[in-house]
């Protein structure tokens, strides 16, 4: 059995992509192992069975394991813990084991259960060290040069990842709003086809849309006595430009992947998905007791809708930090769909509004969350500040439906029972997210709950 760091219960929960955040480890098996390199350093790429002292579903994480005698300056802080006498480390920090991953994947190696696959006409970068991202995310990404970037998904879980099946599919047929995949590994999980990995396009010289969004909100919240609409960092063009790009992809998923309607047993099955997520949520954040009542009622209502709802192939995860502006247009990125969600409900048909109702909940996350900064360092409320918040928020909620609806040929507003209710749905596990994660944040979908509900 291949060995593991004896520290490596500690170090898992306090990684950021560790989705189990306050359960106890019982134990730490591992469920597979590839050895990738036999000379120092050593690379094994190892899947992990991490059980629960609840007893609870156990659940896999991939990890590219480094082995050295002794950890240069530079790996320190990537340690995990001793393993055999030599010093176990997370493998995807050292470019000399990453530049192993790069090599399989230009060859289309296998290793044991581990298939490199590039795309049929792809060029992928030859010998080109990699460069570990430090952003916090849910999964690792490694970026070669400004030519690719290679993404390893953390959290295991058999089954064709979305991330993959999605570009595949957009990549066929020509989407130019996506990063274009160059290259996946793929293998088994529990005994069933599973995605470890993809390779993309680096998108050099683009600006994460979460970024631009928080640079313009501060500008409006410095001006005094200018509108939205005046000041210089006005976003509500590029809202409107990103509502376009979003449009597009949809109608791509749909061309490539096929669209269907939801009967009355559909839209039932839809508004009951609704209320268990609130019926989930309300033990993880007792706030929400408040807001309740209008809650029920707005999911509820999504059973009475007119049969015939459009559903297809969708982001699922859509937010302002999953869009980059590069200097020709805007790319949606990381298909995955919600973490926290099962896979065969992220990889259903759903309608495009869930995800046009998470652009619409991410403008008013970067309002509210830069009006909470200002607060902070102001010691308390403004209300002239929250009435800039919202003014912003409403102007490029207003500019991206604007966008959307002059592709998509209607404005996604006109379908407000639908669109209320993913926006809410959205809202609610939005609070348990950053109740868990991020404690801070949790009022920022808290007080836009009381504000929908109360609308």
């Known amino acids: 059995?291949?060995?593991?760091?004896d520290r490596l219960a500690d170090w898992l929960p306090a990684q950021r992509w560790f989705a189990a955040k306050g359960r106890a480890i019982a134990a730490v098996h591992v469920a597979q192992s590839v050895t990738l390199a036999d000379d120092q350093p050593r690379c094994e790429h190892i899947v992990l069975r991490v059980e629960f002292v609840d007893g609870g579903s156990p659940q896999h994480y991939q990890l590219l394991l480094g082995r050295r005698g002794d950890l240069p300056p530079e790996l320190q802080h990537a340690t995990i813990g001793a393993v055999d006498g030599e010093v176990g480390y997370d493998g995807l920090w050292d470019p000399k084991l990453t530049r192993i991953l790069l090599d399989l994947l230009a060859r289309g190696q296998q290793v044991g259960p581990l298939r490199f696959v590039p795309e049929p006409g792809a060029e992928l970068p030859q010998d080109v060290p990699g460069r570990m991202m430090s952003a916090e995310q849910s999964n690792s990404c490694v970026v070669y040069g400004d030519q690719a970037i290679l993404k390893l998904f953390r959290r295991m879980t058999p089954g064709l990842n979305p991330d993959l099946e999605l570009h595949r599919?957009?990549?066929?047929?020509?989407?130019?709003h996506v990063a274009q995949l160059l290259a996946a590994v793929e293998g088994h999980l529990e005994g069933e086809p599973a995605s470890f990995g993809i390779m993309q396009e680096y998108a050099a010289n683009s600006a994460e849309g979460w970024t631009m969004a928080l640079v313009s909100v501060r500008d409006l919240l410095a001006e005094a006595d200018l509108r939205a609409d005046e000041v210089g960092g006005d976003f509500a063009g590029e809202a409107c430009r990103l509502g376009e790009a979003v449009a597009a992809v949809h109608a791509d998923l749909a061309t490539a992947l096929g669209v269907s309607t939801l009967d009355s047993e559909g839209l039932a099955a839809l508004s009951g998905g609704?209320?268990?997520?609130?019926?989930?949520?309300?033990?993880?954040?007792?706030?929400?007791?408040?807001?309740e009542p209008a809650l029920r009622s707005a999911f509820h209502a999504v059973a009475a809708v007119r049969p015939g709802v459009s559903v297809q192939r969708v982001h699922g995860d859509l937010h302002l930090g999953q869009e980059l502006r590069t200097?020709?247009?805007?790319?949606?990125?990381?298909?995955?769909?919600?973490?926290?969600?099962p896979l065969v409900e992220r990889r259903a048909p759903d309608s495009p509004l869930r995800d046009v109702a998470a652009m619409l909940r991410s403008f008013d996350y970067a309002a509210y969350h830069q009006l909470a900064e200002w607060q902070h360092d102001m010691s308390g409320p403004d209300g002239q500040l929250e009435h800039r918040a919202e003014e912003w928020a409403v102007r490029n909620r207003d500019a991206f439906c604007g966008g959307y609806g002059g592709v998509a040929g209607a404005d996604p507003r006109s379908s407000e029972v639908l669109l209320r209710a993913y926006e809410l749905d959205k809202?609610?596990?939005?609070t348990v997210y950053e109740t868990r994660n991020r404690p801070s944040w949790a009022e920022i979908p808290l007080r836009s709950?009381?504000?929908?509900?109360?609308s």
């Open 1 to 5: 059995m291949t060995a593991v760091p």
């Open 169 to 176: 599919a957009l990549r066929k047929v020509g989407c130019s």
């Open 274 to 291: 609704m209320t268990r997520r609130l019926d989930e949520a309300l033990p993880v954040v007792p706030e929400l007791a408040e807001v």
């Open 327 to 341: 200097p020709t247009g805007w790319l949606l990125i990381d298909f995955e769909g919600e973490p926290a969600k």
């Open 449 to 454: 709950l009381r504000r929908l509900a109360a």
């Open 427 to 430: 809202a609610v596990y939005e």
